[in-house]
């Protein structure tokens, strides 16, 4: 309970003082809400739409997942080609670098363009493609960090090169595989959210702050933002949760079942 306390009580009290502050700033000093509404007037407007932001927050949801899904799929299995062979580590690597330095704002219009617009597919493409640089990079990294010494116990007993991908590599490569999808999850709701930006359907976080700061309605815009830091928080979350069950248990020397 003291460890829980020491790691969330920090940045608990450092949340509420700084909306303390915000609070107490934009009251004083009168900042206008069309540069900075007040957190009051953010959590009203919350309150009031609340249903539309749950919706749009389950549009943008949906499509940050399957990007999330189907980007760490694409990200493991091209990671595990490139460690097997040397000439597809060397193409995949140049694509994946090459996708990674496409920015986002690019690449959705370009996509909208290619797809119809009355369908989720060009970001849920963005989405993929966010979350497959760190994802491969990551786990690539991490199927190499085995230690030899496995490597010749498994090849003693004739294993294959996918059998020991399978029962060694992989295993190993875990803590790398959830490295980069803490960077991947938050990454996929930003970039689905950015994807909204630029047409299509207008159901997702995204169409809707550009919507309500169009029409001078800039609190209710604040509480979309606020809705897409929870969500990416959320997948933040899931990871760290899907983690923390992968983990194997801890076995303490000298104590037997």
């Known amino acids: 309970m003291t460890r829980v306390l020491r790691s969330w009580l920090p940045p608990v009290l450092f949340g509420v003082a700084l909306l303390v502050l915000w609070q107490v700033l934009t009251a004083a000093a ?112 991490g199927l190499r960090q085995v230690p030899r010494v496995h490597e010749d116990l498994m090849t003693a007993y004739a294993a294959t090169g996918w059998q020991i991908t399978r029962t060694v590599r992989l295993p190993a490569a875990l803590p790398y595989l959830f490295t980069g999808l803490r960077i991947a999850a938050p990454g996929a709701v930003i970039a689905a959210i950015i994807a909204e930006y630029f047409g299509g359907l207008q159901h997702g976080l995204g169409s809707r702050i550009t919507s309500a700061a169009a029409n001078t309605a800039y609190p209710r815009a604040w509480a979309y933002v606020v809705a897409a830091m929870i969500l990416g928080l959320v997948f933040l979350a899931a990871v760290l949760l899907l983690e923390q069950l992968t983990r194997r248990p801890r076995t303490i020397p000298g104590r037997s079942k």
């Open 30 to 141: 009168g900042v206008p809400s069309f540069l900075l509404p007040a957190p009051s007037a953010i959590g009203q407007a919350f309150a009031d739409n609340h249903h539309a932001i749950l919706e749009a927050a389950l549009a943008t949801g949906k499509n940050a997942l399957t990007g999330l899904l189907a980007g760490a799929v694409l990200g493991m299995a091209a990671a595990t080609l490139a460690v097997r062979f040397r000439v597809v580590d060397g193409v995949l690597g140049a694509l994946a670098a090459g996708a990674a330095a496409v920015p986002i704002v690019a690449l959705a219009p370009l996509l909208n363009s290619m797809f119809s617009t009355t369908t989720d597919l060009p970001r849920r493409l963005v989405a993929t493609i966010v979350v497959f640089f760190p994802v491969f990079v990551s786990t690539t990294r």
